[in-house]
C-alpha cells in the first residue's frame, strides 16, 4: 500500500498541450474499445473520432457473452503525432473518458451512445503532462502506463485526481485533469529500485485502488533475483 505526500497548491500556468494535430495508434485492446488515434486544441463539443467496429464474427454489439454484454467498439480514427494509448479512466462526475498514451500525454474523450450501444467517440483536448516545475515531461520521466482516478464518482465537480504510474523512472504521481502536477505516492524503496525489474521498460505497467488498502500497483516483469 502506498500513501500521498508532498501535495502542491498555488497557480499553475496554463496547460494549453501542443499546438496543431496529433495521433495515438494504440494496439492494445482497452476494456471494449480499441483504440488508434487523436488531436489537439479542440474547442466546443470535440471532434469526432470513432468508427464502430465488431470485435467478433460470433458476438455482436449489444449481446453477451460469458455474462458480459458487449456495448460496442470503435477505432478511433488516427491523427499523426501520437503513440499508442496505455490506460483509460472514467470520470462519472465529469462525464469524461481519460486516455493516457505512453509517451506523458493525457486526452480526454467523451462516448456517445445510441440507445445501449457506443458509436462514436467525441476527442476533447489532449494535454501534456507536467513535471513539478510546470515543464512538459521529457525523456524517461515521461513514460506514463497505469491510470486510476480519484473522486471520480463521489457527486462532486472539480476535485477529480489522476494516479499515474511510470515506468524507467518508476514512480507514481498524482496529476489533476488538466495535466498539472499535484502530488507523488510514496513508494516503498525496492519498487523505486531500478534492480527489481528485469530491464528498465518493464517497472510499474499498472495502478489502482482498493478500498480497503488503497493504492495498488504491479510491474511488467520482476527481476530474476
Not at 480499441?34 to 467496429?53: K, N, R, T, W, Y
Not at 457473452?65 to 503513440?83: E, F, I, Q, S, T
Not at 504521481?173 to 530491464?199: E, F, I, M, N, Q
Amino acid at each position: 500500500m502506498a500513501q500521498s505526500q508532498q501535495s502542491r497548491h498555488g497557480t499553475r500556468p496554463s496547460n494549453t498541450g501542443c499546438r496543431g494535430v496529433f495521433a495515438v495508434r494504440a494496439i492494445r485492446m482497452v476494456p471494449a474499445i480499441m483504440f488508434m488515434v487523436s488531436c489537439l486544441g479542440l474547442a466546443g463539443d470535440g471532434q469526432s473520432i470513432g468508427e464502430p467496429i465488431q470485435l467478433s464474427d460470433r458476438v455482436g454489439a449489444d449481446e453477451a457473452y460469458m455474462g458480459v454484454r458487449l456495448r460496442g467498439a470503435l477505432r478511433l480514427r488516427p491523427v499523426p503525432g501520437l503513440d499508442e494509448l496505455s490506460a483509460l479512466a472514467w470520470d462519472e462526475d465529469e462525464q469524461i473518458l481519460y486516455a493516457l498514451s505512453d509517451n506523458g500525454r493525457l486526452l480526454h474523450l467523451r462516448p456517445v451512445f445510441q440507445g445501449s450501444r457506443l458509436v462514436d467517440a467525441l476527442l476533447l483536448r489532449v494535454l501534456v503532462l507536467l513535471d513539478p516545475r510546470g515543464k512538459p515531461l521529457a525523456g524517461h520521466s515521461r513514460d506514463s502506463e497505469g491510470l486510476a482516478l480519484e473522486n471520480g464518482a463521489n457527486g462532486i465537480r472539480g476535485d477529480s485526481r489522476l494516479l499515474i504510474s511510470f515506468e524507467r523512472r518508476n514512480r507514481i504521481d498524482r496529476y489533476t485533469p488538466d495535466g498539472h502536477w499535484d502530488s507523488k505516492v510514496a513508494l516503498p524503496r525496492v519498487l523505486k529500485a531500478r534492480g527489481t525489474y528485469r530491464s528498465r521498460n518493464e517497472g510499474l505497467e499498472a495502478v489502482t485502488l482498493h478500498p480497503e488498502f488503497g493504492v495498488l500497483t504491479g510491474p511488467e516483469h520482476f527481476g530474476d533475483g
